[in-house]
């Protein structure tokens, strides 16, 4: 049954809100915090760049750049595809990728440098100062450095962080930031070091470089800060009434990210193979298991979708077809198609929004069903119904054309488009109806006062 409105009411407010927001001093201000981000990053970034030329001098500096820049898009394609599910906004993925490329690297290089000249002085043993800065100084100092812009987003992008994928772009993100600077480093002081010795081509140090940082390993350190991220994003579904776990899971995953970092440092201690045996034997191996991890997450996140909203469709706020079709990639890209080719760019970038909209919804629930949700379940879940009603009428054609031409033939009752009706589903009824509730707990009429998966 369709309506012209939502049967809840709009976003809260009034005077009480009105006053408390008037409360705010000026530091909590929004533009305040950003002015304050952006004004650290850009100096960050500015001093770091004065600091990596000045070691590789303005011609390495520029080779050194044009080499690290090739992985950065693959990388960053690659995060962007696992994180297809629930988009997260790209402000924040923009702000990862800058504090790891200007105020990680910055505290990197300078934290490791003053290290290693403290303790080769301390020790008169330069040598075993080098070898020390590497295998504990280094590893400790950037993966502590790389995971304060995972734990920035964690704070105060809670909405945007809910689990272990959210976690692992972020941490991904950030990573190949941190890389791509040093790699400009790196690659730009071999580059000096070829015009010093007059070598070139395949023999050159150059060459070396770019194939070891760039070709064999520029998941290096996406892969150590990934282990990070994956603890932020366990500690994010271990819901805010375990507040061991929100600890350890992260400080867990910081370890991990230490030891790994540590044992790829210090693989040249190994013998002359060393580095080709922990490049077979442990980091190819820790590769292939965390990106079948992440698969398998994403595969899961898109179960849930469609596990969980049939519950508004029997409310009225979806269409049968449409937990299917946002549950489906393919169904999704198929609806963006439509809507782009019959409406235009704009109508393509709203359905866009509904689907991300309606992930997050089915997250919100899934979380609250699991007892993890906090106390602004209500709010944020009717913030998220305004938003997809705003869309419906414009991608609620496109997702059932989509739904239409990739959903399965389901023998015997289904609920939808081949989905069983979850226990306590009745036959869809209108908004309002006079009695009865839909799915877990919501009532047919007025929007409840009370979270109902509070525990």
């Known amino acids: 049954m369709s309506h012209p409105f939502p049967p809840y009411p709009p976003h809260p407010g009034g005077p009480d809100e009105d006053a408390r927001l008037r409360r705010v001093h000026w530091w909590q201000r929004r533009w305040v915090r950003y002015a304050a981000l952006i004004t650290l990053l850009t100096l960050s970034g500015l001093v770091i760049l004065a600091l990596v030329r000045e070691q590789t001098g303005t011609e390495g500096f520029l080779v050194g750049l044009g080499l690290a820049v090739l992985p950065v898009p693959l990388l960053i394609a690659a995060f962007r595809w696992l994180d297809r599910v629930e988009p997260g906004p790209w402000r924040n993925l923009v702000f990862a990728f800058a504090w790891g490329a200007c105020a990680a690297a ?84 071999a580059f000096g070091t070829d015009q010093l010795s007059g070598d070139s081509g395949i023999a050159s140090v150059t060459a070396a470089t770019f194939f070891v940082r760039i070709v064999m390993s520029p998941f290096a350190h996406p892969l150590f800060t990934v282990l990070t991220g994956l603890g932020f994003g366990l500690a994010a579904r271990s819901g805010p009434g375990r507040p061991v776990l929100r600890v350890l899971f992260p400080l867990g995953g910081l370890l991990l990210a230490m030891g790994m970092h540590a044992l790829w440092n210090g693989s040249s201690a190994f013998g002359e193979f060393g580095f080709f045996a922990v490049y077979a034997s442990f980091m190819v191996p820790v590769f292939g298991l965390l990106t079948w991890l992440a698969v398998w ?52 970038r709203a359905v866009a929004e509904y689907e991300a909209y309606a992930t997050s919804l089915a997250f919100l629930r899934h979380r609250g069903r699991s007892g993890r949700a906090g106390d602004d379940f209500v709010v944020r879940e009717r913030e998220l119904l305004n938003e997809l009603w705003r869309r419906r009428e414009v991608a609620r054609p496109a997702l059932d054309h989509a739904a239409r031409m990739t959903v399965p033939v389901a023998p015997g009752p289904v609920y939808g488009y081949g989905y069983s009706a979850p226990q306590g589903y009745g036959a869809p009824q209108g908004y309002g109806a006079p009695h009865g509730y839909y799915g877990y707990g919501y009532p047919a009429g007025p929007y409840p006062l009370q979270n109902p998966y509070r525990s």
């Not at 300078?110 to 330069?126: C, E, G, K």
């Not at 959210?166 to 480093?185: C, S």
């Open 297 to 348: 997450t994403r595969q899961r996140e898109l179960r849930t979708v469609r596990e969980e909203l049939p519950a508004y469709t029997a409310a009225g706020w979806l269409t049968p077809a449409e937990p299917y079709a946002l549950g489906s990639m393919r169904a999704r890209r198929l609806a963006r198609d439509y809507a782009k080719r019959h409406l235009g760019r704009p109508a393509a």
């Open 106 to 189: 910055l505290i990197a290089i300078v934290a490791n440098s003053f290290a290693t000249r403290w303790i080769a002085t301390a020790t008169a043993d330069p040598s075993g100062a080098d070898t020390l800065g590497a295998t504990v100084i280094a590893p400790v100092v950037e993966e502590s450095a790389k995971a304060a812009a995972i734990l920035l987003v964690f704070l105060f992008r809670r909405r945007d962080f809910t689990g272990p994928v959210d976690g692992v772009v972020v941490a991904g993100i950030t990573a190949t930031g941190f890389a791509f600077t040093e790699n400009i480093l790196y690659l730009g002081t």
